[in-house]
């Protein structure tokens, strides 16, 4: 197993265009969760999935944002008419089904909105 | 919700020397505090963790206190050395779905 995996590593796109991260998580993890990470700051939550059902999604997450794990395997991470506030670290992180597991990091998606 | 407050934003030490970094949570509901190691280019990688019934926690050079009753916790890093250069974020969670709030950084330099 290599870990969680993310694609692409860099994205470099113009505001109004549309753009897709994927995820791949570690395999037989069952929760994956989407984070956000600007320059000099911790990460923050976006959005979580168990299985295929997304629970529970932050006020950070506008309309234009839109996150599917179709079978529960990898996950995609949509944003629609981007803006440059939108030029951000996207990281994908999953854990195993059970209370308090540990999160694991892929290497993340580096977005640059121009 | 949540709310991790970090310090200090920046370390500096000598090889060899120890660094301290300090957390306090907000919410005490939290019972479960990663730290995660970030080098440039890379996700956070999870270096060390503990619970809320456990008092301290050590793993080779790396150690993690937690004081539930003031709600705060720290790591320590003894006998420092150049790769552990890096950013040292801290983390609250362990309520249902294990969110992970993340506090905003410690910028460590260690000097050969």
């Known amino acids: 197993d290599t870990g969680v995996s993310q694609n692409p590593r860099h994205k470099i796109t113009k505001r109004g265009q549309n753009v897709t991260f994927r995820c791949d998580p570690i395999?037989?993890?069952?929760?994956l969760y989407w984070y956000r990470q600007t320059l000099g700051q911790g990460p923050e939550f976006l959005t979580y999935?168990?299985?295929?059902?997304?629970?529970?999604k932050s006020r950070l997450l506008s309309d234009r944002f839109s996150a599917e794990r179709p079978k529960g395997s990898f996950s995609t991470l949509e944003i629609q008419r981007t803006e440059q506030g939108d030029s951000a670290m996207y990281l994908c992180a999953s854990s195993s089904d059970s209370w308090g597991e540990k999160l694991f990091f892929g290497s993340g998606t580096q977005l640059s909105v121009l | 919700g949540e709310n991790v407050e970090q310090h200090p934003s920046t370390l500096s030490v000598q090889e060899g020397d120890s660094a301290v970094i300090k957390c306090t949570y907000s919410?005490?509901?939290?019972?479960?505090f990663p730290w995660y190691k970030q080098e440039l280019g890379k996700g956070p990688q999870l270096i060390i963790d503990i619970r809320s019934n456990v008092g301290e926690k050590k793993d080779q050079r790396i150690a993690v206190t937690l004081n539930k009753t003031a709600k705060h916790f720290s790591l320590h890093i003894t006998e420092t050395q150049p790769e552990d250069s890096a950013v040292y974020f801290c983390?609250?969670?362990?309520?249902?779905?294990?969110?992970?709030?993340f506090g905003g950084g410690t910028r460590v330099l260690v000097k050969p």
């Open positions: 999935f168990q299985n295929e059902a997304q629970l529970e």
């Open positions: 919410d005490s509901a939290s019972n479960y």
């Open positions: 395999s037989e993890h069952n929760r």
């Open positions: 983390a609250a969670g362990g309520r249902a779905g294990n969110k992970l709030t």
